[in-house]
């Protein structure tokens, strides 16, 4: 189970990113964050809260600080007491802003924690609401193999033992790139986008059977591996048998679902003397000739039914069946 977000791991984590200062108590540091969101109070400081979500992150941009400070000292005070009165996880003041008296002495009563940062409020939530979507993005784990092919994500999948390491690491003896193995951390960005990561405990360490561990940037150089990818095409390697029926033309398309996304899925039967590691190479290549157009499937298959349509090319091609036939028969 992945560990609360709360308002102290927010400004450990974006201290540095966003100039943070705490301002008041420190208590507010343990609420917890429940909503990927980040927005303004807007109409609560006037008074209509029918609309208003506290549990979202607040932030005090210029508007709403300026609106505050040009308040009585007495209607002020009410207008924040009422807005504290809400259980909201944190409050950001923006632009480096004075305070308006009597706001962070609410604060403290309702130990919620007031962080100051001199951006402008559009960089503030440009960079802070990335950060509150990567902690709320729904997340799995997997077991596979996940290389960087071309350009091109590729998740090996398949049972234990099959060779998805081994296979990887041919890839990176060929110059592509280690993202994940064994253990393949994976997160939703917005509603199509998969990315994917290792463990962050192993790292790029690789387990090969009769070897062991392998340190990949240690042998193979730091551009051998990369921290995180979006996976794009599964492959899934299975043993070869007779019984199994394999897509043979590309025209079928299978696709597996993670997360609620649709990857495109294939199925590589594996016997001796199969070389997997350039047949990986040529599903990249063949993935990005489909993202520029061009689908050598589709391709040969019109130009197939094109010929069968055109009366004269199949006079041509049934005339020349029966020349070789004549020919073998000739010859027996």
Known sequence: MTAPVTVGRLFDALRERLSLELLGTDAGLA??????????????????????????????????????????????????????????????VTKAQELPAGLLAAADRAHVSILRSPLKTNEFYRRVKPWLEDQFAPQTTLHGSLADVFGVGLLFVGKSGIGKSECVLDLVERGHRLVADDVVIVKRRGN?????????????????????????????????????????VVVQLEEWSQDVIVDRTGLEYETTTILDVDLPKIRVPLNPGKNITVLAEVIALNLLLRYSGI??????????????KDPAARAREIARANVREYLMEDDE
């Open 31 to 92: 609420r917890e964050i429940v909503s990927p969101e980040a927005s303004s109070p807007g109409l609560v400081l006037a008074g209509y809260t029918e609309r208003f979500v506290p549990n979202r992150v607040q932030v005090l941009g210029e508007t709403e600080i300026s609106y505050l400070a040009s308040r009585s000292p007495d209607e002020r005070q009410r207008v924040i007491d009422a807005f504290f009165a809400f259980k909201v996880p944190a409050v950001f």
């Open 192 to 232: 199509d986008v998969l990315v994917a990561r290792g463990h962050e405990l192993q790292r790029h360490y690789m387990e090969v059977r009769g070897i062991g561990l392998v340190d990949v940037p240690a042998i193979f150089g730091v551009r051998s591996v990369r921290q995180q990818k979006r996976i794009e």
């Open 295 to 308: 689908n050598a499937a589709e391709r040969f298959n019109e130009r197939l039914i094109a010929r069968m």
